[in-house]
Structure formats: C-alpha cells, structure tokens
C-alpha cells in the first residue's frame, strides 16, 4: 500500500508543478502580450495613479502638467497648441505622442523594478511622482514662430548651431493636446495632418535650399571657387534634357558667388555634373540624409536617391535641389548650422534635463558632435556665399539692421501646385547664435515668403523687438 | 490562538507532525491579509472564522486523539455524509448559478464541506474491511481481470452520485473531487489500477454527456478554451484573473496597489489570482509549493502510519486537500476548466475554514498514533 501511496504522492507532485509551469508562463513569458490586449484596463488604471512629471520651457514656463480630478490624475497643456508639436499629448484613451512618447518612463516615473530597494519601495506603496523634463525650447521664441506661420501651412526649426539646443519647433496645422480625448475623431482624421509635426517628419522637396550642400561638395572637391565664371544663360541642355532657372530668368555670365547670391539653377547644374552623383549624394548623406537624425522626439530620414539610380540630368536636377530629393525641416536646418558652426554639426536636441520631484538630477544633455561634413575652410567660404544671398540677393528680405544674417532661399517647385517657400539661415554671420529653416507649403517663393518669416525669427531668437 | 493549539497539540497528541500546524497558520494568516486589503468589511468575519477553526480543531484532536473508534460508524458517516450532501437539493439556497447553501439562523453554510471529511472516514472504514475481497476476487474475461460484478456496486453508486451533484447542485468542483477522491482511495487500498481506468472512462463518459446535456457546462468549458469570445460577459471571471496574474509580473505590483478586486468572487474562488497578482512569481510559486508540501506531509503521515485505517484516512485528507487546491489553483490559471471552489486556508468562507482546520487536526491525530500503535 506504501508504494501506492508514494505514486499517488508523485502523481500529485506533477500536478503541482505543472501548476507552477503554468504560472510562470502566465507571469514571465506571456505577461506583456497579455497585459497589452485591447480588453486590458490595468495599464490605464495604473495611469490614472500616477502623477506624470512636468515638462517645463527653457525660461521656465510650464508646458504640460498633472492636475488631479475626482477620477484620478489628468494631464493638462497649458499653452495648448503652440507647445504641441514639442509636447505631443498623453491619453489615457488614445496613446501617446511627443516627449509624452519618448520620454514616457521617465516622466510617468515607471520605470522597471531594478533593484531589492526600488521593490521594497513599492512594496510598501511609496511611488514617487514621475520626473519633470526642463527643455531647450524659448516659450516666446516658439510662440512667436507658431504666430509667424499663422494660418499657413509649413514649418519652423529653430536652433543653436553651438549646441545643437533647439530652440523654437513650430509646425502647422497644430492641435489642442487639451482636446485629443473630446475631439479624438476630427482630430485624428483631418486631412491636413494637424497631428503630424512637419518640422521633424513633414519631407519637403528642398529646392534652391539644398544648394548649400552641393556647393559644399563641391568648394570641398576643389569643382569650382567664389570666383569661377559659369554661363548662367536661361537653359542648360544635360544629355538630351534641359535644366532652367526659375521662371527662365538669363543671367549673362556669372561668377559662382553671384549664381549662389542669385540662386542660378543652370550654373549648378553644370556643377552637378561635373562634380558626379556619387560625391552628391555622399555629401547629403554626411549631412543626414542617411539616417533619421537621431532625436530626443520622432525624426522622418530625408531622403536622396542612391547615384546610381540617378542619370546625368537626374543629377544635374538634384544639384538644384529638385527631383526625388526629400528633406525635413530639422535637416535643413542642421544644414544651416553646419555652416555657422565652422563645418560641424552638433547633435540636436531638446531635453535639457531631467530632475526627480524631489530637485535630484537624473539626467543632464552634454552637446556632442554629430556630423562634420566640411571642412572649417570651406564653411567660411559658404557662410560669406550666405551673406550675400541676404545682403543683394534673394534672401534680402532676411536682412536685418545692425545684423549680419546669413542664408539661403529655396523656392521647391512640386508640380501643378505652388512651390514651397524655404529659407536656410542663421546670425550673426560673425558669431551665430542661432541657425533657422522656414518651410510655407506651396508657399510661393523663398525670397519673399520664407525669408520675412526667418526674419522675424532671428530677431526674437536675438531679443530685438521687432 | 495557534499557540493555544500548538500547545494543545503537543500535550494531546505527542509526536505529532510538527510541520502542518505552522503551514496552516502560514497559510490562514496569508488569506486573512489578502482578504482585509480585498474586502476590509468580511475581514473581522474572516478572523473569527479562523479563531472558530482552530476551537473546531482543538476540539477535533480531544475527539479523535485515538481515531480508530472513527471506522466502527462508517454507516453513520456514509449516510450523514449523503444527507449533507444532498440536503442544498431539497433546502437549499441558490448562489451565483450552484445550489450549495444552507441558511442556519445568522449563518450560511456549506454542507459538502463536512461531507468532504464524512465520506474520508466511510470510504477509509469501507476500503480497509473490504479491500481484501475487491482486490483478490476478479475473473477473467476479454483476457483482462474484471473484478466481479457485485463488487463494482460502491464504484457504480460513486459514479452516480458524482453525477447527481453535478447534475443538481451545478457543482462541478465538488463532484469531481469526490469522484477523484475516491477513485485515488480505491487504487491505495486495492492496487487494482483497472478501477482508476474503469472509473476514469466513466467520469469522462459520464463528464461528455452531461457536457451534451447541459447547458452551464457546456458555458464553463466553451469558456475555458476560449474566454476571449466574450470577454465583458461569460469570459469577464476568467479574463480579468488572466489579466490580474499578468500584471503581477515577477515580483509582483506590491500589496495594494494592483487591482484584483476587478475579479468577481476575488475573496473566495480568486484569491490566488489576487496573491499572483501583487505578490508576483515569487508569491505564488511559494503558495504553491507550501500546499504541495502540505500534502507531502500528509502523504508522509500515511506511510508512517502504523494501522490501515489510519493510513486510508490519512491519504484520503490528503487527496482532499491535493484535490480541491489543485482545482481551484488550475482553475483560476485557465490551466483547467474553472470550478468553483475554495482555496483551503485562504479563501474565505467559514464552512471552508473549519473543515480544513478538522481536517488538519485530524492528521495531526493520524501522525501522533505512530509510535503508539503498538501498545
């Protein structure tokens, strides 16, 4: 009888286990994807106990806070729409976007359970409220780009070239985070984006913009100098195709300073082929068109076409900036800031740092190097070809009294629709406190649509009344 | 109070197993905590149901310190057992979809609970006298050993009555585990694994028709293979227990601060999940283990025993025991179709609470004879 016992005794014992087998399936291997299914309410009762962080301006205005309500905590925006494409929004319905999103650990204050002190913490109920988020972001510099571009539809990166510290990310059409939970549906299905933060992910033809970049491969390569005379007549004929300037203007001849300052497309289009596709594109890519631009909020990679899927005349148009060339605003701007920081390209960013409720720093940005595309040399050399645009060129309705500003126009032609309106710039010449790109969508031309906007721009981002 | 008893205990019956009481006292004290952080208001309830337990208990050792006089009633037990089992049929009231209850005056009560521990005894008295005869007088017949057809009676009358709880009190937890019971009890004291087979075909036949029949059945296993067709609804119980255990993760959310009480019935049936939940892993495992080694030591004390009866009844507390938390821990883990049924010690429940402290005491009576036996 004993032995039966026994084998009764093991029989349960395999049971037993069984049961511990099921449950660590349940709790270790299964857990998220369990915890993640849509008929799941965990996760968002635990929000609605968590006091979330703030996310608070470089000149220290609040930007999204947590209140408390009789249903637990709520999240609130105080300046609404003109931080939104910085903020994005936090539902507890409808997910997450912005800093909400990537930063979402450190301001719910949730992270894993690391260590025997974090679960006896927890054991005995004593969460601490998420960490507050101090920014790179001016709240007037923001404002007064969300104002410039208005009613239109485009975008503003504003930056400091040193740093690589954005400063203002303003884009258009924006939304109310306030209103993402009452008005989730006109929100999310409107047609022109109004969630979609076109300074980081809208990709924009860049037009005459992108000329920096191709005279820097080609000052870089030794293809031409300031002074080299070009024919800048009406059209250029590439390998059975034409290239022309914008409204067929003719220029005579040309030096490469006065077909920079004039935006010539003809000239750089010969520049384009004799500098070849493949050192073009190279240069794109060293100014991040390879990658997205790693970001502290969600990037769009810009995007250039590999040279050998180019032919000539392809290439000749890319020199110009048109064809299958895409751009982001937060490129073009880091383009700019190649140029007023010596050849160097700082990695961008917009969360200073980070502080526990308590004051206790978790995380502070140190600048680092992100790319350096050309060399010092020639980025003095494009920085004075920028000064001209602004001083006699296209851009003069950048200038400012007093400031030297540099920059270049672009005007994107996108087919039947009007062109986009780009400017490129930054100031002071001499010592750049800040570097700025203004896209208007089918905006008109850069010269005078985008450059009065980057004008304004520069003159708040310098603390000069307008 | 479990001082009092272990001091009862160690002068009552000495040599007594020295590991359950601190198991069950573990065990108690666990559910008493879970209960006040779930239901803070059936907490005081809970603990006189415990202090009430461990009376019971006390009580239990001082009748049955030498058990033996137990099997010379077997009959009693058998028929008192039946009564109690049966009577929720006729007198009953109706809880959440099971006809379970007795109402005597202030209290409710569940009589399948003592019934449990009357059928150990009878079944224990039944299988020690006859044991003999049902494991030697088998013919041959197909070439295989049947056992001859008179014996088969008690077999048949099990089988039946496992059927009637499942068919009229909708308890399927209760009829599979005195079905399994005594199919488990049948095996020690013959040896015969042709009854655990010939038994097991006809639970499973007797299982697949009333599953054809009846529709509640049907729902509790259509739902256990698949909670998810209706997740607010049939599914919820289940789903949200799924969902509770989830959320515990390894180490668990910490007591009070997940939310188990979104599982209906949280307090008795799902008390487990409640425990995974904010205790995580590492919490239920030990639960786990701890009612595994609780078994173990009532295994262990059916093998030390010194007399068959008190070997049988050991082993029979112990099915009981390995019986009901296995059903109710699979259950409530979607391992097996849920069933409800109390987690012993943890859930509440005062029918659940005193029988198991009965049932402890009376191991410990079983454990303390085995030096003694041979006076």
């Not at chain 1, 992100?370 to 010092?376: E, I, N, R």
């Amino acid at each position: 009888m004993n032995k039966r016992i026994a084998r009764l005794g093991a029989v349960f014992t395999a049971l037993f286990l069984l049961l511990t087998v099921n449950l660590t399936y349940m709790q270790f291997f299964a857990a998220d994807s369990l915890t993640a299914r849509p008929e799941n309410i965990r996760p968002l009762l635990n929000d609605k106990r968590i006091k979330r962080g703030d996310i608070i301006s470089a000149d220290e205005v609040v930007l999204a806070t947590t209140k408390k309500s009789a249903d637990g905590y709520k999240r609130s925006y105080p300046k609404a729409e003109i931080a939104a494409p910085i903020t994005g929004f936090y539902s507890h319905k409808y997910g997450r976007a912005g800093l909400e999103l990537t930063f979402d650990e450190y301001l719910s204050g949730q992270t894993k359970v690391s260590s025997i002190d974090d679960y006896i913490k927890r054991l005995l109920g004593r969460e601490a409220p998420g960490n507050n988020i101090t920014l790179t972001i001016n709240i007037e510099l923001q404002r007064t780009a969300m104002r410039a571009l208005g009613s239109k539809k485009g975008a503003i990166v504003a930056l400091n070239p040193k740093t690589g510290a954005v400063l203002a990310l303003a884009s258009r059409p924006s939304y109310d985070p306030n209103e993402v939970d009452s008005h989730w549906a006109e929100l999310s299905k409107n047609p022109d984006g109004v969630m979609l933060n076109r300074a980081l992910q809208g990709r924009f033809t860049p037009g005459s913009s992108f000329k920096i970049i191709t005279a820097a491969a080609a000052l870089q390569d030794n293809v031409t100098t300031v002074d080299k005379i070009y024919d800048a007549s009406s059209t250029v004929k590439i390998y059975g195709g034409k290239v022309t300037n914008y409204e067929g203007k003719s220029y005579g001849k040309l030096s490469f300073a006065e077909a920079f300052a004039k935006s010539a497309n003809t000239v750089f289009a010969q520049i384009g082929k004799e500098l070849g596709g493949a050192k073009l594109v190279d240069m794109a890519k060293s100014f991040g068109f390879a990658d997205k631009i790693p970001f502290d909020l969600p990037t769009a990679q810009s995007r250039i076409p590999a040279a050998s899927q180019m032919d000539d005349l392809e290439v000749a148009w890319a020199a110009v900036g048109q064809g299958r060339i895409q751009a982001t605003p937060l490129t073009m701007a880091l383009a700019g800031a190649a140029v007023a920081n010596n050849g160097t390209i700082m990695q961008p960013y917009v969360v200073e740092n980070i502080r526990e409720h308590d004051g206790n720093t978790v995380y502070e940005h140190r600048p680092s190097t992100w790319q350096t595309p050309m060399s010092q040399t020639t980025a003095e050399t494009i920085k004075s070809l920028m000064e001209k645009v602004v001083s006699e060129g296209t851009g003069k309705a950048a200038r400012i009294d007093g400031v030297q500003v540099a920059g270049k126009t672009g005007t994107a032609e996108v087919g039947q629709k009007k062109p986009h309106a780009w400017f490129v710039g930054f100031a002071p010449a001499d010592n750049p406190q800040v570097a700025v790109a203004v896209i208007i969508e089918n905006g008109g031309v850069g010269g005078s649509v985008a450059a009065p906007i980057a004008r304004e721009i520069i003159l708040s981002a310098l603390g000069k009344q307008r | 109070m479990f001082l009092a008893l272990n001091i009862a205990n160690r002068l009552l019956v000495k040599e007594a197993d020295p590991y359950l009481l601190p198991f069950a006292a573990l065990l108690s004290g666990l559910g008493l905590l879970m209960i006040w952080r779930l239901k803070p208001n059936l907490a005081t309830a809970q603990s006189m149901w415990i202090l009430a337990g461990t009376i019971a208990a006390l009580i239990a050792l001082v009748a049955v310190r030498r058990y033996q006089w137990l099997k010379e009633y077997k009959y009693t037990w058998a028929i008192l057992g039946i009564l109690l089992l049966f009577s929720p049929i006729f007198i009953g009231v109706e809880r959440g979809g099971s006809k379970l209850w007795l109402v005597l005056g202030p209290f409710t009560f569940q009589p399948a609970e003592m019934a449990k521990l009357l059928f150990v005894f009878f079944l224990a008295a039944y299988l020690e006298e006859k044991r003999e005869l049902l494991s030697i007088s088998t013919r041959r017949a197909f070439k295989i050993w049947l056992p001859e057809l008179k014996h088969l009676g008690p077999l048949i009358v099990m089988w039946l009555m496992s059927l009637v709880i499942l068919v009229l009190e909708r308890d399927m937890g209760t009829s599979l585990l005195f079905f399994g019971l005594f199919l488990a009890m049948l095996y020690v004291a013959t040896g015969r694994p042709m009854y655990v087979t010939l038994g097991s075909f006809l639970f499973v036949a007797g299982a697949t028709a009333c599953y054809f029949a009846f529709s509640h059945i049907q729902t509790r296993v259509d739902i256990w293979l698949d909670p998810w067709m209706d997740p607010s609804g049939k599914g919820y119980q289940i789903i949200q227990s799924i969902f509770a255990i989830a959320s515990g993760g390894l180490a668990g959310t910490g007591l009070g601060l997940g939310h188990p009480t979104l599982i209906p019935a949280v307090q008795t049936d799902f008390i487990f999940s409640a425990i995974a939940e904010e205790l995580g892993l590492l919490g239920g495992t030990a639960i786990i283990l701890i009612y595994l080694l609780f078994i173990s030591r009532g295994l262990h004390i059916a093998l030390s025993a010194t007399d068959n009866f008190g070997r049988l009844v050991a082993t029979g507390l112990a099915c009981v025991f390995a019986l009901q938390s296995f059903t109710i821990l699979g259950g409530t883990t979607k391992l097996i179709p849920l069933t409800g049924v109390t987690l012993p010690f943890i859930s509440y429940g005062g029918s659940s609470i005193l029988m198991n402290f009965i049932l402890l005491a009376l191991f410990l009576a079983v454990s303390a004879k085995r030096d003694g036996a041979g006076e």
